[in-house]
């Protein structure tokens, strides 16, 4: 009896020892997992990025810019080359529009003649500046926060826009509140 | 032939499997479900088997890189031999396999086969389901084009409006905070290995419980299940009515999967693997993602919500409609199995099969995307121009340049996004057409920006113009001559 008692000691020791092996392996697992969210892996996202010299951007007019993804690397291909809209409302100020739809995310295209954007997925439709005109998306086009130094046309743009409450939301907030540089 | 009896025995006395082989391939099945109606189940895991060879074989070319994977896929189509075929067997599987899983899945709710005791085989099929749609959402990604990109972007979009944690479960299913080479990465990860690795085990319990619980018996109007005595009714069943599944019910299994493999292998041959479309490159705009047609119609319920009841219906319908199909056997674990007593589960078989047809046929034609560039090709008729004055062509002209044409639709091309205007001027006067251009309104956008005075009343002049020949215009009835 005494001997089976032991047995079943060991078993509950070795699989105590198990669980503590498990639990001290399951850190870096679980934080190797969570690397997309935590900061260390995405360093540097927010950073500016060029999209060229500010007389790309004719006054009145709205254009397609593209820049390259802040943390891009070589796996990434062409999907690291993102567009966006640039409207240089009158030379002096800005609106930098993500191609992203706010619906559900597709390319929103531009059309002068009609100064709407159209979305090809669902049908939304914005104004120039980029308010929401018709369709199914519940909010204006998403805008990046920019800055122009030394001639150049600066914006945060490293994370996808989301109609979710994600950072670039607060971005907009912020932006709209404050006037343009 | 007597060495292969040899090596079988000497093989047996160590593996002692062929026992238990046996008792498994003749175990008694009740008489009528040796049926051309159960034979779906099978067929389930022989495309489930096609997929995992094809699979393993398009593996073998495929590079799971962002910058790469578009690359690979072409030369599957056009330089490996019989790459293209192999693809198509892969796509055409995935079809196949959807809607034979759905069929199984609608053949065993309307014979009541989820009833007690084989609550657990239901809840394990409808895990079965989500991951078999699980496979088809992640493997359309890894056909990385323009489509798996911007499908991609939607994921995500319908990911980020989960509360609270909408921000992180966007990082998580990108790899990142933006669409990039390790979105493709996790998700041919999740594709070949997670779930694939889940559907094998999950499968094994499935087919492990139609041994043990048995197979649903032919489903008779008055045999009505109860928790008291079905064991032993359905045991008298197998045992005095019974046939060994080996060959009674294997055969017909044998050639409808048979029957099943040859559509695939003809839907290949005669129409080919599925793209890959253009080159995922985000900065290629002139784009329209459809997603493939098992989720058309989750892509047109997107385009006809309300704006507002969007979120909560992608939110709380899906978890409404798996605790319903989870509960569904604990609800109604008991009496009658057969179809013609059960009126509401052949009506939600017909509602829901109504449903999604009609939202996939419509997403067939989208009548809800503008027409993006029908400004340019669809022209305005002759016979709509003809003897109209100077300031009506204006305005024709007007109408083409400011792309009303994506929107609506003249002499039946153009967009079908608002309505068509071959008739507007018996709906709406002068006035109406002058503040709908410039105010907008339902679901046009406001033009007052972007025409000019002179441009308005060339429009409306025009579209005034629009109604059938011998039908009046509209007129505003408190403007007009009083009548005694």
């Known amino acids: 009896m005494s001997d089976l008692t032991r047995r079943q000691m060991s078993l509950r020791i070795a699989l105590l020892f198990n669980g503590f092996v498990g639990a001290f392996l399951a850190i870096p697992v679980v934080r190797y997992l969570l690397s997309p969210v935590t900061r260390g892996g995405n360093k540097g996202y927010d950073r500016w990025i060029s999209l060229g010299g500010v007389d790309q951007f004719p006054a009145g007019q709205t254009r397609l810019a593209t820049y390259r993804n802040p943390i891009a690397n070589a796996s990434d291909g062409e999907t690291a080359e993102i567009p966006c809209w640039v409207r240089n409302i009158d030379g002096t100020k800005f609106q930098v529009f993500a191609i992203n739809c706010a619906h559900l995310g597709c390319p929103v295209r531009w059309f002068p003649q009609s ?4 979305c090809p997925c669902h049908g939304g439709a914005y104004y120039e500046d980029g308010a929401r005109a018709s369709g199914p998306p519940e909010r204006g086009l998403f805008q990046y926060p920019f800055q122009v ?8 743009a490293g994370e996808l826009p989301t109609p979710g409450p994600s950072a670039a939301n607060k971005d907009l907030i912020n932006i709209r509140q404050t006037p343009c540089a | 032939m007597r060495l292969i009896r ?8 160590r593996l002692q499997l062929g026992a238990p082989i046996r008792s498994t391939m003749e175990h008694p099945i009740p008489r009528d479900t040796a049926s051309w109606f159960y034979v779906f189940g099978s067929a389930a895991i022989t495309v489930f088997a096609l997929q995992v060879i094809t699979g393993i074989l398009l593996a073998m070319i495929y590079v799971p890189s962002a910058s790469e994977a578009w690359n690979s896929l072409q030369i599957l189509n056009h330089q490996i031999s019989l790459g293209w075929f192999i693809r198509a067997l892969h796509g055409w599987g995935c079809n196949f396999m959807l809607a034979i899983v759905l069929v199984h899945m609608v053949q065993v709710f309307l014979f009541g086969a989820y009833k007690f005791p084989r609550e657990l085989t239901w809840i394990i099929g409808i895990f079965l389901l989500l991951m078999t749609l699980g496979m088809a959402f992640t493997g359309q990604v890894l056909r990385f084009d323009q489509d798996a990109y911007w499908g991609l972007g939607i994921g995500a979009s319908i990911s980020s409006r989960v509360p609270i944690v909408g921000p992180v479960l966007v990082k998580l299913l990108l790899g990142g905070p933006i669409i990039a080479g390790a979105t493709l990465s996790r998700f041919f990860a999740f594709h070949v290995f997670v779930i694939p690795g889940l559907l094998i085990a999950l499968v094994g319990l499935h087919v492990l419980l139609v041994l043990k619980v048995g197979v649903n018996e032919w489903p008779m109007p008055g045999r009505l299940v109860r928790r008291s005595d079905y064991v032993e009714k359905y045991h008298t069943l197998t045992h005095t009515d019974g046939v060994p599944f080996v060959p009674y019910g294997v055969w017909k299994d044998a050639v409808f999967s048979g029957l099943i493999l040859l559509a695939i292998a003809a839907c290949a041959l005669y129409f080919g693997p599925f793209g890959p479309s253009g080159q995922p490159d985000p900065r290629v705009i002139q784009t329209a993602p459809r997603p493939d047609y098992f989720f058309l119609w989750l892509y047109a319920l997107l385009s006809l919500l309300p704006p507002q009841l969007e979120t909560p219906a992608l939110l709380i319908g899906p978890a409404i409609a798996l605790i319903v199909l989870l509960g569904l056997p604990f609800v109604s674990g008991e009496g009658e199995k057969h179809w013609r007593r059960r009126p509401i589960a052949v009506l939600t078989i017909v509602l829901i099969a109504v449903s999604l047809g009609t939202f996939n046929s419509m997403a067939d034609h989208a009548p809800w ?8 090709f669809a022209a305005i008729s002759s016979k709509l121009l003809s003897g109209r004055t100077p300031l009506q062509i204006q305005g024709a002209l007007v109408f083409q340049e400011k792309q009303c044409h994506n929107c609506h639709a003249l002499g039946g091309t153009g967009g079908q996004r608002g309505p068509a205007l071959d008739a507007v001027a018996v709906r709406l006067t002068g006035d109406q057409l002058v503040r ?31 109604h059938p020949a011998g039908s009046a215009e509209a007129n505003n009835a408190s403007q007009g001559p009083v009548q005694p």
């Open chain 1, 115 to 118: 100064r709407l954007f159209m």
């Open chain 1, 149 to 156: 130094l030394n001639g150049k046309l600066q914006i945060q």
């Open chain 2, 6 to 13: 040899t090596a079988a025995k000497w093989l047996d006395d």
């Open chain 2, 369 to 376: 995307s503008p027409v993006m560039d029908a400004s340019t």
């Open chain 2, 436 to 466: 709908q251009v410039l105010q907008g309104g339902g679901n046009m956008p406001a033009y007052g920006k972007n025409l000019n005075p002179a441009e308005t009343t060339a429009l409306v002049s025009f579209l005034q113009t629009l």
